[in-house]
């Protein structure tokens, strides 16, 4: 081959590279949060040979995901013969020295390489399948994305036209054509046998510089579309976030930060940290993370996918000037870069329940709710912009510790007759009960736990709850992005129970279990934090509450989220629930890390919904109701939330189905382990909303 054109090749195409790289790489560093992907280094190495290298997220998919592990792994082979066709340009035959097809390395190679040319071609068209015929809503369909398909497309068969073109012209008159280490290879051999040895020659020169000169030209379009990810989706996994799903970083020195006036969360491109460029870049336009958003999936406005999108394409609209700002060339004015209203609309932040379906379904790992929430955090503490409904929530919480607004002398009310001891009483109990504030005022939550303390108190459990010393943890004040407020609690608490000496807890809400176990660390608070369906299940297994009488129902269990998706907690509620005699479950498609939320996450149980074609609340009530009978006395809907019990019974009424059930695991194990006389306690506390 052509020693000159290849340099020509090589040099114009690598250098025009090396030019749109260092750009994407100058605009990434606009971001100037931190951030830190140096630690657990060997927890990182095997997550990316796992999730980047290995594709195990891709398996979730049958057709397209496997389709896109063959496109992957087909890429890994092929690009050892990219290199191959570069040295070929200079040194004819040229194999990388242990790569000739006389040994048998070299032959394990041709077989790969044969074998998954193939692959590759029939992903691009499972692909191609996906966007022109089935026209998945999910997906992007644009020119770039078409454009790179027919690239790929055309490369392989330039690979199969140039090794069949080389057995014809290699193979001697009357020796066989066919070889077992080249199968497709040596089929197209045998298609273009009848063609003159001049056009063998020209089409083998075709084959190879059409493969040489279009993985180039590929390589180039990649930092400009939502092909990026296949540079960038390793840095991108290897950097992802370890902390435990539900954490969400605190805002260091709020005070401080408000007397120097400096930015509160995330207004502008370069408030982000550069990962969460990373993330933008590495957006692969899959639509897996819509797909699966509850807000989305009820005609709210929110899009994840999109969110990335818009943030990337504003950046780089902008480039120049958010690059020259950065280096103290130009001013950028803060009026013309504000990523609210324009390009992301408020409604769209304030539509996210922080679910983490998003999350869990991106095959490259992009965080959404730190994005969301800071972009909150923005607009609540510095500029004041929030639903007007959260006003209320905020003002309870500040005033009394509590969204509700009760007096909080109020929180052990429930309790009354149980003859449950407070911490101040017994400091020694080796639980603390932590009730929560809607197992504390809200009347049917108040049945969840009274339910949860009988069944503790017939474990034998040595425990108490703090009673009127108890605040909400100030999970929603968190992820309605009033960090400042949030603080404020978590330190009081964090000081009650540091005073209390408390080393155990029992939580009955899975907000206040993930804000407690993962989020009160960054304060000081260290806590062996239990949720009560975990401690029921274990009190189950070693016979310290014995289910022994029938309780008739067809259940459907709900995934509470933050029980499910950010705690990784989805067999202790089943667990009990088996163990009851006479409970049959029966389980929807949308159940485990693929259940939906109930609409209540996200601080949306203090806000009215983001307007849109339904309730989540509605859509997921339906979606549990679907694997139930038509009718009959003992269908229920089962969760192990006291939010997700409020929302499915709401559900439940407002769509006509009072003769559905709506309990708590523990009031279900409750009915089991003590027959009649769990009738009483499921009826104390009258339900004033009935």
């Not at 792994?73 to 006389?102: A, E, H, M, Q």
């Not at 369909?141 to 012209?169: H, T, W």
């Not at 498609?589 to 339904?614: F, I, L, N, T, Y």
């Amino acid at each position: 081959m052509n020693w000159i054109a290849m340099t020509v090749l090589l040099v114009v195409t690598l250098g025009l590279f090396a030019w749109s790289a260092q750009r994407r790489w100058r605009l990434m560093m606009v971001a100037k949060a931190p951030a830190n992907c140096g630690d657990q280094i060997g927890r990182r190495i095997v997550l990316t040979l796992r999730y980047a290298v290995g594709q195990l997220r891709m398996v979730r998919y049958p057709l397209a995901g496997w389709a896109h592990i063959a496109v992957f792994f087909g890429f890994l082979v092929l690009l050892l013969n990219s290199l191959i066709l570069f040295g070929r340009g200079y040194v004819p035959g040229f194999n990388f020295w242990i790569f000739s097809p006389d040994n048998l390395l070299g032959a394990i190679y041709a077989f790969l390489r044969d074998i998954f040319t193939v692959l590759v071609i029939l992903g691009v068209l499972v692909f191609y399948y996906h966007r022109l015929v089935k026209r998945l809503p999910r997906l992007t369909l644009n020119v770039e994305g078409l454009l790179i398909l027919a690239i790929i497309f055309v490369m392989m068969i330039g690979d199969l036209v140039y090794e069949g073109a080389a057995i014809v012209r290699e193979t001697e008159a009357g020796s066989g054509l066919f070889h077992a280490k080249t199968p497709f290879a040596s089929l197209s051999a045998m298609i273009l046998a009848p063609l003159a040895d001049g056009t063998l020659q020209v089409l083998q020169h075709v084959g190879f510089w059409t493969h040489a000169a279009l993985v180039l030209v590929f390589l180039n379009i990649l930092p400009y579309g939502k092909h990026f990810h296949v540079l960038t989706v390793l840095p991108n996994v290897f950097c992802q976030n370890l902390a435990p799903s539900g954490r969400l970083a605190p805002i260091e020195d709020i005070e401080g930060r408000l007397e120097r006036e400096e930015t509160l969360g995330v207004k502008r491109v370069q408030d982000f940290s550069w990962k969460s460029v990373l993330d933008f870049y590495t957006c692969t336009e899959c639509g897996r993370c819509t797909d699966h958003c509850p807000a989305n999936n009820t005609g709210k406005e929110l899009s994840p996918k999109h969110l990335a999108i818009h943030v990337r394409d504003h950046m780089y609209r902008r480039e120049n000037e958010l690059v020259a700002a950065a280096v103290g060339d130009g001013q950028s004015n803060d009026d013309e870069v504000l990523l609210v209203p324009d390009p992301i609309k408020p409604e769209v932040l304030w539509a996210c329940t922080t679910c983490a379906a998003c999350e869990t379904e991106c095959p490259v790992f992009i965080s959404y709710i730190d994005k969301i929430v800071d972009l909150r955090r923005n607009l609540v503490m510095e500029q004041g912009e929030f639903p007007e409904q959260l006003q209320t929530m905020f003002r309870g919480l500040e005033t009394v510790g509590n969204p509700y607004s009760f007096p909080n002398e109020q929180r052990a009310e429930w309790a009354q007759g149980l003859d449950i001891p407070l911490r101040s009483d017994k400091p020694d109990a080796e639980f603390l009960l932590w009730v929560g504030c809607s197992p504390s005022f809200d009347d049917r939550a108040r049945k969840i736990a009274r339910a949860t303390t009988q069944l503790l108190k017939a474990a034998g459990v040595d425990f108490a709850i703090l009673g009127p010393e108890e605040q909400c943890t100030g999970d929603p004040a968190r992820r309605a992005g009033n960090e400042y407020l949030f603080q404020m609690l978590a330190q009081a608490n964090v000081e009650t129970l540091n005073n209390y000496a408390v080393r155990k807890i029992i939580t009955i809400c899975p907000h206040c279990y993930n804000t407690l176990k993962n989020e009160y660390p960054d304060f000081g608070g260290r806590y062996d934090v239990i949720h009560h369906s975990a401690l029921l299940a274990q009190l189950v297994r070693e016979g310290k509450l014995k289910p022994q009488h029938r309780v008739e129902a067809k259940i459907a269990y709900h995934d509470a989220c933050y029980l499910g998706r950010h705690s990784d907690m989805y067999d202790p509620p089943r667990e009990v629930l088996s163990a009851i005699p006479g409970v049959q479950l029966c389980t929807p498609v949308e159940s485990r890390d693929r259940g939906m939320c109930c609409g209540a996450g996200g601080a949306q149980m203090w806000k009215e919904e983001e307007e849109g074609e339904a309730r989540v609340n509605h859509t997921r009530v339906n979606q549990l109701l679907r694997v139930l009978p038509s009718n009959g006395p003992d269908r229920t809907l089962a969760t192990a939330c006291p939010f997700c019990m409020t929302m499915l019974r709401d559900g439940l009424l407002d769509q006509g189905h009072e003769d559905v059930q709506a309990l708590d695991i523990a009031e279900v194990l409750l009915r089991s382990v003590l027959g009649e006389q769990a009738a009483p306690t499921a009826a104390a506390s009258a339900d004033k909303s009935d």
